[in-house]
């Protein structure tokens, strides 16, 4: 009988092996592709920052081009909207602060990460400009269960966090009376609890690290201006 | 018995030629429609030709890599590990078919969502692994892996072809049927995929049977 461990090496060596070469081939592949995954999925998260910073009816059959920095919101009725979009991070997320060209704030998009029923979620999450609702939610990924699950991502569950109050946590609740009772209060999928509590848990997550300091940014950034207003005059 | 002697029976390379694999893959054992297999992808992704065949695509690189890389390293094989090297070189071409569909198809990638990683668990993938990849050479397990894909274009796009018509008056997004003509708005939602793939089926059982009804008669 072959000692324990020449046992183990005989018995596995093509298993190492392959997992050696085919690790190997998924960091090239991870390596080289990573990059245009990036940027497609950047050129996904502006597109969507209209729609989760303005109301649904300013952009009823609008047309929405990217192109770098700046969004252009082509309206059904002709009329274009120029919005700029700056990014950085705060607490670890990624902010994207929206503003008519030349104007101040619109509102904030925020990027949240979190672990879902099977993977990660990431998420982006609307804050409205004076950081006291949220204006939208949009699934940039998720691998949660087809049919049950990936309801998450689509309207009937979106709309219950666009107009919740930024200033507390939402609600995970089963009775959809109980949903419409109050605002901040998301009726859970059928069959699908965690993934309903997991988006949620992201979003209080993602407000509660971003908000407080996009508000302390906000009153130390209002006495400058009305400073520099006084001084102007 | 010991693990260490158990051994592949030796490599069947007598078996069907590469001719016979790619013929049988398509019709006579289609995966769909004789074999039943790959049920999950066929009902789920085929409300539009568009994403069902992105879908077939993704699944054939998989089909055609995996089963050429496991028919190179048949003869290195142990019985009872078999099944975790197909597992393992299938989740690596999957991985590998789910980054470049976010990278140059993102929008469908988007739009398949799970369903791509869900290949790894397509069991006409590990099926042909078994079957073929694991007993013949490599261009018989290749041409067994082309079959098998048509065969699954043949399933999928039929099922999505009856779906998107019938559904929305369309084929790959492009109109088919007149405005007048109601839509079966029912076909492109979840029922509708098994309505479809019944109605086909029964189809195909039906002109298969054709030829035994008339010698009875």
């Not at chain 2, 078994?130 to 079959?147: H, I, L, R």
Request: include cysteine.
């Amino acid at each position: 009988m072959n000692p324990p461990r020449a046992s183990f090496f005989s018995q596995s060596w093509l298993i190492l092996l392959l997992g050696l070469l085919f690790g190997g081939a998924l960091v090239a592949v991870h390596t080289n592709l990573s990059p245009v995954i990036a940027a497609n999925q950047r050129a996904e998260t502006l597109r969507q920052l209209p729609g989760l910073v303005l109301p649904a009816a300013e952009l009823a059959g609008a047309e929405i081009t990217v192109s770098g920095d700046r969004i252009a919101v082509r309206r059904a009725s002709g009329e274009t909207l120029d919005l700029a979009v700056a990014e950085s991070e705060v607490a670890g997320h990624q902010l994207y602060t929206l503003a008519a060209a030349g104007g101040a704030p619109l509102g904030y998009v925020v990027r949240g990460i979190g672990s879902g029923y099977a993977d990660d979620i990431d998420l982006l999450v609307g804050l409205s400009g004076d950081l006291e609702r949220l204006t939208g939610l949009f699934v940039l990924s998720q691998k949660e269960t087809p049919a049950l699950g990936d309801e998450i991502t689509k309207e009937p569950f979106r709309r219950w966090f666009a107009g919740a109050p930024a200033t507390a946590p939402l609600v995970v609740v089963k009775s959809a009376a109980e949903a419409e009772s109050a605002p901040g209060r998301v009726l859970a999928l059928t069959a699908a609890t965690i993934s309903s509590r997991s988006v949620c848990d992201i979003v209080n997550a993602t407000v509660a690290a971003v908000r407080p300091q996009l508000a302390a940014a906000a009153s130390a950034a209002a006495p400058a201006e009305e400073g520099e207003t006084d001084g102007g005059r | 018995m010991a693990v260490a002697e158990l051994e592949l029976p030796a490599a069947v390379d007598d078996g069907p030629t590469a001719a016979e694999r790619f013929i049988a893959g398509i019709v006579p054992e289609n995966p769909t429609f004789r074999q039943l297999l790959g049920m999950c992808p066929t009902l789920a992704v085929t409300a539009a030709m568009k994403p069902a065949l992105t879908m077939v695509a993704a699944t054939a690189f998989v089909l055609i890599s995996a089963n050429v890389m496991v028919s190179l390293i048949r003869h290195l094989l142990k019985p009872h590990l078999r099944i975790l090297v197909f597992t393992l070189t299938i989740a690596t071409f999957v991985t590998i078919a789910d980054r470049l569909l976010a990278a140059y198809l993102y929008p469908m990638s988007v739009a398949l969502g799970p369903y791509v990683p869900l290949i790894i668990v397509n069991c006409i993938i590990i099926a042909r692994c078994e079957v073929c990849g694991s007993k013949q050479g490599p261009f018989t397990a290749f041409a067994d892996a082309v079959g098998n894909s048509l065969g699954f274009l043949i399933g999928l796009g039929s099922v999505a072809t009856v779906r998107e018509i019938l559904g929305m008056g369309t084929w790959f997004g492009l109109p088919v049927l007149p405005a007048v003509v109601p839509r079966w708005v029912i076909m492109v939602m979840p029922p509708g995929a098994f309505i479809a793939l019944a109605l086909l089926l029964a189809l195909v059982n039906w002109y298969q049977a054709r030829p035994k009804r008339r010698a009875e008669v």
